[in-house]
């Protein structure tokens, strides 16, 4: 079975900092992996996905995710962090059967500090 | 143009009434998701519609009945509401078959039950 872990309930940067949340994931078959982002109020929207054609993903807004089989883990980078970036970071993965069915992890809350 | 929306966004009511989130894409996609986020920002599947049939259905008490009357519309009706149904609902649609497709969400619709 599917499953994500998600580090670090709460991550507080500064404006121009480096961002890190922190992905790791368990699946049977070779996973297939998304970040997505809410904004208050909002629904989700999709920052990146990993489909086993490149390692290193690159998403909207400057994001990027390294896929490391090795480590298990699908961590999200943005080099700079903007005030625009505060928002609950999801990482997700898929079933990977006919269902596509997501399992998501428990979520970041990013607070970006002026 | 919206992709996928949901009404109403706001849902106030009291225990033991019945009520209906409506759901509509259109992006063309076969499959439609239900998925509840708690007031921990945890989110989980519910249901999942893929050409009018039901394909996922998980754990969630038989008062909660979805209904997709064509690929584009995905409709969930809960009967006799309680207390812990209080939670946001995100409709979510993708393609079917292949798990590298990512689901898009629409803005969610908070339901208050006091």
């Known amino acids: 079975a599917q499953s994500v872990t998600q580090l670090g309930s709460h991550v507080s940067v500064s404006e121009g900092a480096l961002v890190l949340l922190r992905c790791n994931y368990s699946?049977?078959?070779?996973?297939?992996l998304f970040w997505y982002v809410q904004y208050p109020n909002q629904g989700l929207q999709l920052l990146l996905k990993y489909t086993s054609a490149a390692t290193l993903v690159k998403g909207i807004n400057g994001f990027e995710a390294e896929f490391k089989k090795s480590e298990t883990s699908f961590h999200l980078t943005k080099p700079s962090a903007h005030m625009s970036d505060a928002a609950e970071y999801f990482c997700a993965v898929s079933d990977g059967g006919a269902t596509n069915k997501l399992i998501f992890g428990t979520g970041t809350l990013l607070a970006v500090q002026p | 143009d919206t992709a996928v929306s949901q009404t109403p966004k706001y849902l106030v009511t009291q225990m033991g009434n019945d009520k209906s989130i409506k759901c509509e894409q259109n992006?063309?996609?076969?499959?439609m998701y239900w998925y509840k986020q708690d007031s921990k920002k945890f989110l989980k599947i519910m249901f999942s519609?893929?050409?009018?049939?039901?394909?996922i259905n998980e754990t969630v008490p038989n008062r909660f009945s979805p209904k997709s009357p064509d690929k584009a519309h995905l409709n969930l009706h809960i009967n006799s509401l309680e207390l812990g149904d209080s939670a946001v609902y995100f409709c979510a649609s993708s393609h079917s078959g292949r798990p590298q497709y990512e689901q898009y969400f629409g803005p969610g619709t908070r339901l208050t039950v006091t």
């Open positions: 519609y893929n050409n009018k049939e039901l394909i």
């Open positions: 699946s049977s078959v070779p996973p297939y």
């Open positions: 992006l063309g996609h076969d499959t």
